[in-house]
């Protein structure tokens, strides 16, 4: 009799499920969010998977708006026909006014529940929210893909950082460094979302100041966490005749002096040259030459880009953990941001050719 | 027996015992100067054998030889009623000497034996093509062949008041454990049932424990097998007319150990028995794992696999765990109906069912693809295991864990594998810890159940459950 | 009951005791208390659990308890099986069982240690086996985080002050908890192992190396503001890992922690049983039953956040209670008895 009832009670639990099944076929994958809006008045764009018939999947975009991000995906999840999941996102855009607000109270419940993923990138977009949920003809994928393509060749291409959720409320969290995130918009010339640079944050929030490509790169370089694959490009002047020369960084040591006021920077870099038309480059002297002729080149850009982090109050390069650690007279001076953007720093770039190619 | 009793109502009393037997033969021989009975089955012994085997007797008892009864195939004593009938059931020719009260029993019995073929179900690739026949004379003679030392010992008991079935335990003197062979030889002699006709019956007599899903005791069919096992220590147990033989103490990891392993190099040996401990773990977990996946955890699944587990599970009626019960199920019904199939149709249903049905169930939308995949996979590693009973134990294991991970996803497959895992420290094997080295807990020894050692010591089984109390010592295992 | 250990068996039920619950949880709170010197005042903690593992080898024999005290050590199991339960159970809610009905989660937790107690002694002292690979696995997917570390978070050095310190002291004893097994399975093992001098220093070189490593990963891991909104950072660390074959790597380690504290009951209910039976002989089967009867139902009063942290913070100054002044007096008792 025991047995029976035993059996009974295992069985019934069978038709009736459990209390914390939560079937997947009836969640609906979300791989791409957009935030737009300010603390209170939340506008959530989710780009969300439908499957259709047996196999074939089309990606939708629901609104939301409430007095916070889970507030509008809540809204969203009632215009759905299944509820939205959060554990899936690829990634998440924030407009500018979006990040002008403290990213960790902004993102709380992806760092509450358990649920959410932590590992999806994180990007600022240019303008409204809209029109970078849309697909267009030129992205060949589905938005989502596009976008966690795109991110991931620049952050291996060293002009953006590789920032996940987690860890930008890590930088946010860390007084001694400071966020700095992807920046897209919108080519002008073909109307797709592209990665323009970086947005720097200075202490929690968004500076306001955005560096371009070009600068992005630099700042990846100095921060030492670059990319697989790091290039610059400069215009070598030789006897009257302009030459291309591109280099790519193959191996760097950095040397940071941090004295009361003043901080400098020295990067030893090893070049390897990709390009390079002049040729000769098994003499020596025009070795010589072109190492001088880059270091000079680095250097100048090297600290035009120091010059507006300083401008911005933006430290992403992280010389305030350092100082921290193991300068607390400069530390304690105020707010390292603050202190940041007064310091005198000289950055000093010396470059070595290491390997030139096939071709001499 | 009274002396006046004629020969011819002796030999019809004889008759009677016997029921009348069609196959019985009993008749009249003379000898120099006196007249005896014969009595034998002719279905058991060939009859021509024995005339032979008489007329060498004769002989010998002409010629006045001293003790001219005793042979190598013949021998005499006292006369009882028992001992006749007992003589005449075993296939031997009793020959009874009424005036004396003697009787002397030649031994020439001669079955029809199967030759000693391969057995199907322990297929190696390298090593011997021997296996045990239907006939106990013949199995300890194949182990006698591998081993030519005194130090094997073969005893016998019968069992089953109306069977009467002889039942021999092998081991080596000088390497098994005593306590082993005692507790092999009081269980058997205490086995109290009238029939005994499988080998599966004394199996449950000899287990420490029935209510277990796992085999306590080894059954193989390979001489070899047998002879490596009882040159560690162990006992082996045969029935007359069963070609299994039961091996004892074991532990849970030689189930997963095969002749073949020593047949190969240490490494692809090594790589083998690893890889057959891996499918212990997908046999058993793996379609709990889909099922606490994608009824709890769907987290856990990347973007790119999640659109497709999605895609696959989107329209399926079911809730996980019917889904898998019905490919389960149907996995075990083609399995169970191949087996009783004749050798030609089988593979034919097998393809039927496996690849016609099985695309047919999930076109049909009962059952996703995945599914099918994965109950696949796991039927395939299940049938990894060189052991019958241990395939059998391993796929029966599963379902709880199916149900468990259906009520509490990956807590309740913890929690399962904890109480398996218990239940099998709890095991025993005559009175041996069935998880050793694990249970007594001996890093030392772990190497040998990973990895096929280059050495080939022969380990005793360890002794007790309490550590030390009954470790081997180095060099007694000679 | 007659039960005989090695000394690998030993040490992996005194690690698996100690670190059982509190490898998760210990290292936030300190953290906070403590600030980036933890792992300095750790060492110095570590040292003070040396001595008094020495201590308790010296003494060890003279360790005998009666009844009564016998009751006092079974009561303080039992609130420390309560305090693992509730906070396995609520740390099972929040990540993963918000609507399943406490009691049948605890139950089913339970169950474990009541089937493990039930069965032979030897089943309960090698269970800990399971845990081996688990927790090398374990070690090594923190590994994964290594290059995110930033290593100058324990920069500057000995800013802690001696209010910071001496809480650090006893906040480190959570480490400790379980070490009072010694004394009652010391006597257990087999005569010819040494235990003395270099394997008790090995012992706990591991005991402490394990912890410190726990310390400096979420020291490197995580900022000091960040540490403080974390309670088990560990775990945290481990959900924000990207692996290529799956999301989510703490679901895993949660369900081998849950496995690790379920463990750890077994083992304390075990001890506790066996105290138990050293005075009451009979009904062994019916006492192991109303243990975990009690065990399951206890916790239910204690699932709060709030109540789950007041546990944590009383268990400190219990355990103090049973691992310091109890044996303490013990032994000096009986030695003067023993004069």
């Known amino acids: 009799m025991k047995k029976i009832a035993l059996v009974c009670i295992v069985c019934s639990f069978l038709l009736a499920g459990c209390w914390d099944e939560r079937l997947y076929k009836e969640l609906t994958i979300v791989p791409l969010i957009g935030y737009d809006g300010k603390p209170g008045e939340w506008m959530g764009y989710f780009t969300h998977t439908s499957i259709d018939s047996e196999d074939t999947v089309s990606y939708t975009t629901v609104e939301g708006s409430g007095i916070s991000i889970e507030d509008a995906r809540l809204n969203a999840s009632r215009k759905t026909s299944e509820s939205l999941d959060p554990s899936q996102i690829l990634a998440v855009l924030l407009t500018e006014e979006a990040v002008r607000w403290d990213l960790v109270e902004t993102f709380d419940v992806a760092y509450r529940m358990p649920r959410s993923r932590l590992s999806s990138k994180l990007a600022v977009v240019e303008g409204e929210m809209a029109p970078y949920m849309e697909k267009t003809e030129k992205m060949g994928l589905e938005p989502p893909n596009y976008y966690d393509k795109i991110l991931a060749t620049a952050a291996y291409h060293s002009i953006i950082p590789d920032v996940d959720i987690q860890q930008a409320a890590r930088y946010i969290l860390d007084d001694g460094v400071d966020l700095d995130l992807p920046y897209l918009k919108i080519s002008e010339i073909t109307g797709t979302p592209e990665v323009a640079g970086v947005a720097l944050f200075s202490g929690k929030v968004f500076s306001g100041h955005v560096l371009d490509m070009r600068e992005s790169t630099i700042v990846q370089v100095l921060k030492k966490k670059p990319g697989k694959f790091t290039v610059f490009s400069y215009e070598w002047e030789n006897e009257g005749v302009k030459y291309p020369v591109t280099v790519e960084l193959d191996r760097y040591k950095k040397q940071w002096e941090i004295q009361k006021d003043k901080i400098d920077v020295t990067y030893d870099v090893k070049l390897d040259i990709t390009s390079f038309p002049a040729d000769h480059l098994d003499e020596k002297k025009r070795r010589r030459e072109l190492e001088q002729f880059l270091s000079k080149k680095l250097t100048q850009d090297f600290n035009k880009v120091m010059g507006k982090l300083q401008e911005a109050k933006s430290d992403p390069i992280g010389f305030g953990r350092v100082a921290r650690a193991f300068h607390p007279e400069l530390w304690n001076k105020g707010e390292w941001p603050e202190t940041f953007s007064q310091l005198d720093i000289q950055v000093k770039v010396k470059a070595v050719i290491t390997r030139t190619g096939i071709i001499d | ?478 | 009951m007659k039960i005989s250990l090695s000394r690998v068996q030993f040490f992996l039920l005194l690690f698996i005791t100690q670190t059982g619950s509190s490898f998760f949880s210990f290292p936030s709170p300190f953290i906070a208390a403590t600030g980036r010197d933890a792992w300095l005042i750790f060492i110095v903690a570590g040292t003070i659990h040396y001595l008094l593992l020495l201590l308790y080898e010296k003494n060890y024999n003279y360790f005998s308890i009666g009844p009564y005290i016998g009751w006092l050590y079974k009561g303080y199991w039992l609130f420390i099986c309560v305090c693992y339960l509730a906070y396995v159970d609520y740390t099972l809610a929040v990540w993963g069982f918000p609507e399943t009905p406490p009691s049948i989660v605890i139950a089913v937790l339970v169950s474990v240690s009541l089937y493990a107690n039930l069965s032979r002694a030897e089943t309960v002292i090698n269970l800990s086996v399971i845990l081996i690979p688990l927790i090398l696995l374990f070690m090594i997917f923190l590994q994964f985080a290594w290059k995110e570390f930033v290593w100058t978070n324990i920069f500057p050095i000995g800013e802690a002050t001696g209010k910071q310190w001496g809480i650090g002291l006893l906040k480190a004893q959570i480490a400790f908890i379980g070490m009072e097994l010694y004394l009652f399975f010391r006597k257990y093992i087999d005569m010819t192992q040494k235990i003395k001098g270099f394997p008790l220093f090995v012992y706990q070189s591991v005991w402490l190396l394990f912890f410190l490593i726990s310390i400096f990963i979420s020291l490197f891991y995580y900022t000091l503001t960040g540490l403080k909104m974390i309670p088990e950072p560990l775990l945290y660390l481990l959900k924000s890992q990207e692996v290529t074959f799956v999301e989510r790597l703490d679901l895993f380690f949660l369900y081998i922690w849950t496995i690790w504290t379920i463990i750890t009951v077994t083992i304390i209910s075990f001890v506790a049983l066996y105290v138990h039976r050293l005075h009451a002989k009979e009904n062994r089967k019916r006492d192991t039953i109303i243990w975990h009867l009690l065990l399951i139902v206890i916790p239910l009063f204690f699932l709060t956040k709030g109540s789950v942290e007041k546990l944590n913070d009383v268990i400190i100054y219990v355990h103090l209670t049973f691992a310091f002044i109890i044996p303490i007096i013990v032994i000096t008792v009986n030695r003067r008895k023993v004069k």
């Open chain 2, 1 to 478: 027996m009274e002396e006046v009793k004629s020969n011819d109502s002796l030999i019809l009393y004889i008759q009677n015992l016997f029921h009348d037997s069609a196959d019985l033969v009993v008749h009249e021989v003379s000898w120099k100067n006196e007249i005896s009975i014969v009595c034998f089955y002719n279905t058991m012994t060939d009859s021509a054998d024995v005339n032979r085997q008489i007329e060498i007797l004769r002989q010998r008892s002409i010629d006045d030889f001293p003790k001219w009864e005793g042979t190598a195939a013949s021998s005499v004593g006292a006369f009882s009623e028992s001992q006749l009938i007992e003589n005449v059931t075993h296939g031997f020719v009793a020959v009874f000497f009424p005036s004396t009260n003697l009787l002397m029993t030649i031994t020439i019995p001669t079955f029809e034996v199967r030759a000693t073929a391969e057995p199907d179900n322990e297929l190696v690739i390298r090593g011997s093509h021997e296996g045990f026949v239907e006939s106990i004379d013949k199995n300890i003679s194949l182990i006698r062949k591998h081993l030519s030392i005194p130090d094997l010992v073969v005893k016998d008991l019968r069992i089953g008041k109306e069977t009467n079935t002889k039942v021999t335990y092998v081991y080596i003197e000088s390497i098994a454990d005593k306590e082993v062979i005692d507790i092999v030889k009081t269980r058997l002699e205490n086995i109290d049932t009238p029939k005994v006709y499988s080998i599966g019956q004394i199996e449950d007599y000899l287990e420490d424990t029935v209510w277990s899903p796992f085999p306590q005791l080894l059954t193989t069919e390979r001489p070899d097998r047998v002879v490596a096992n009882i040159l560690e220590g162990k006992v082996a147990v045969f029935m007359d007319q069963s070609p299994s033989a039961l091996l004892g103490p074991v532990n849970f990891f030689s189930f997963y150990q095969t002749p073949d392993d020593f047949n190969g190099r240490v490494f692809v040996g090594s790589f083998f028995r690893i890889l057959r401990l891996f499918s212990f773990l997908i046999a058993i977990f793996l379609p709990s794992f889909y099922i606490a996946v994608v009824g709890f955890h769907s987290e856990i699944l990347p973007y790119e696999l999640g659109v497709k587990v999605k895609t696959a599970i989107q329209f399926i009626p079911y809730r996980p765990i019917i889904e898998a019960m019905i490919v389960e199920l149907f996995i075990e019904v083609i399995r169970e109906a191949t087996i009783r199939l004749p050798a030609p149709i089988g593979p034919t249903i097998g393809i039927v069912g496996g690849l016609v049905i099985g695309d047919a169930i999930v076109n049909a939308g009962l059952v996703s693809n995945l599914m099918v995949v994965i109950v696949a996979m796991t039927a395939i590693s299940s049938f990894v295991v060189p052991s019958v009973e241990m395939n059998t134990t391993i796929r029966l294991i599963r379902f709880p864990f199916m149900l468990a991970a259906t009520f509490f996803g990956f807590l309740g497959i913890a929690i399962g594998t904890l109480i398996l895992f218990i239940h099998m420290m709890n095991r025993s094997s005559l009175n041996q810890p069935y998880l050793s080295p694990i249970v007594p807990f001996d890093p030392s020894r772990f190497k040998e159940v990973f990895f096929r050692t280059p050495y080939y010591k022969n380990n005793q089984q360890q002794k007790t459950f309490t550590f030390r109390a009954g470790k081997r010592k180095d060099g007694e295992g000679t």
